[in-house]
């Protein structure tokens, strides 16, 4: 029999989220499995990283000065309902803290992106998983009717990762008037890409919880600057679960520097969006190939023998992420990047498909 952990059971029985980081060099790949921006970030966010090393404040505890009254004002909320993280994982695991206790029901409509089991399983709860399908998209019926007095969370990835479907506001809303008592956390991941958000509608609904981040589009995934949106009451109460110097000095000197010119940043999603997305979408009919509708980045593409397509794409230089579907049938989720990126990836699956 092994040895008896020192820490709870349920934890030391779990196994880590241990995404395939190695490896991945982007002088070698196109990098087009992490949903990420694919080209550097512009030139005034790496200046302010080196000023900020060359500022001689490293040995000091951050400060965090105004980035989150910066951030509201590009959400269009009160600062009062913005609490910036360490990455939007932060923000979802200090929401799933602050709300859930061993035993609660949270609903993770999936499948989804993996820390929100991840958060739901160290704490011991029961997850409650209706399915996305490709012709129905989001469960809402399944979800609506899974809400009962134990319902203490209900995520909405949206979009979600790794389908890419968006739930429209108003279901949204259908959501958190069904379960008044639960938290509705809706994560924003992808906000820049989908444009459709519930942040104008968190006065009217206090049980409204967004979270969103810099990891994806605006290219900072390494210097871990996530937020959470909701009524001031609630980010108080979050702020206690929160620690003080969470969120480290370089996002705040590299975001504060991102948010001085947006449009440099978000000129790289309409090129996602306009460009590469419908080339891809259009070739992928072409060749009958399915896919899931999307509202991100990425593509869920489910091309006939996808093991020998994935290792077709790694010999010619691009990663993809290999993700099975709910029926285990293995599916490639696509990164969509830049123009010319797209055009590459097109010509690789021609000669592959
Ligand atoms: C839906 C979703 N939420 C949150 C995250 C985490 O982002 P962050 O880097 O802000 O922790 C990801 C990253 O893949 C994601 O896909």
């Known amino acids: 029999m092994g040895q008896v952990s020192i820490f709870k059971q349920h934890i030391a029985a779990m196994t880590a989220y241990a995404p395939p980081l190695e490896g991945r060099d982007p002088g070698t790949y196109t990098l087009l499995d992490f949903n990420e921006r694919t080209i550097p970030v512009a030139e005034p966010i790496r200046q302010a990283l080196i000023d900020f090393i060359n500022s001689g404040r490293l040995q000091m505890y951050p400060c965090y000065g105004d980035i989150t009254q910066n951030i509201a004002d590009y959400c269009g909320v009160p600062e009062e309902q913005v609490m910036i993280t360490n990455g939007s994982d932060q923000g979802i695991d200090v929401v799933i803290r602050a709300a859930c206790r061993e035993g609660d029901e949270i609903i993770i409509p999936g499948p989804s992106f993996a820390m929100y089991g991840q958060c739901a399983r160290v704490e011991n709860l029961n997850i409650i998983e209706p399915q996305y399908t490709l012709e129905g998209g989001f469960p809402l019926n399944e979800v609506l009717s899974s809400v009962n007095a134990k319902t203490r969370l209900i995520v909405i990835s949206n979009p ?174 696509i990164t969509l990047g830049t123009r010319e990126q797209t055009e590459r990836l097109i010509e690789v699956l021609s000669g592959v498909l």
């Not at 279901?171 to 639960?182: E, Q, S, Y």
């Not at 060749?287 to 996808?306: C, D, I, K, M, Q």
């Open 160 to 333: 979600n990762n790794p389908s890419g479907t968006l739930l429209p506001p108003e279901d949204v809303v259908r959501i958190a008037k069904a379960a008044p008592g639960a938290v509705i956390l809706v994560d924003e991941c992808y906000f820049e890409y989908s444009k459709v958000t519930v942040a104008d509608r968190l006065a009217e609904f206090p049980n409204l919880v967004i979270t969103r981040t810099f990891s994806k589009t605006w290219g900072l995934p390494s210097v871990r600057l996530g937020y959470v949106l909701s009524a001031e009451e609630n980010i108080q109460a979050l702020l206690n679960v929160r620690g003080p110097y969470d969120v480290n000095q370089f996002a705040v000197a590299a975001v504060q520097a991102a948010l001085v010119q947006p449009d440099v940043t978000l000129s790289y999603v309409d090129e996602v969006i306009q460009q590469s997305k419908p080339l891809l979408e259009s070739f992928l009919k072409e060749r009958g190939v399915t896919f899931w509708p999307s509202a991100a980045n990425y593509l869920w593409t489910f091309p006939a023998e996808a093991e020998r397509v994935n290792q077709a794409l790694i010999d010619a230089s691009i990663l993809v992420r290999p993700k099975a579907d709910a029926q285990g049938q293995l599916g490639l989720r």
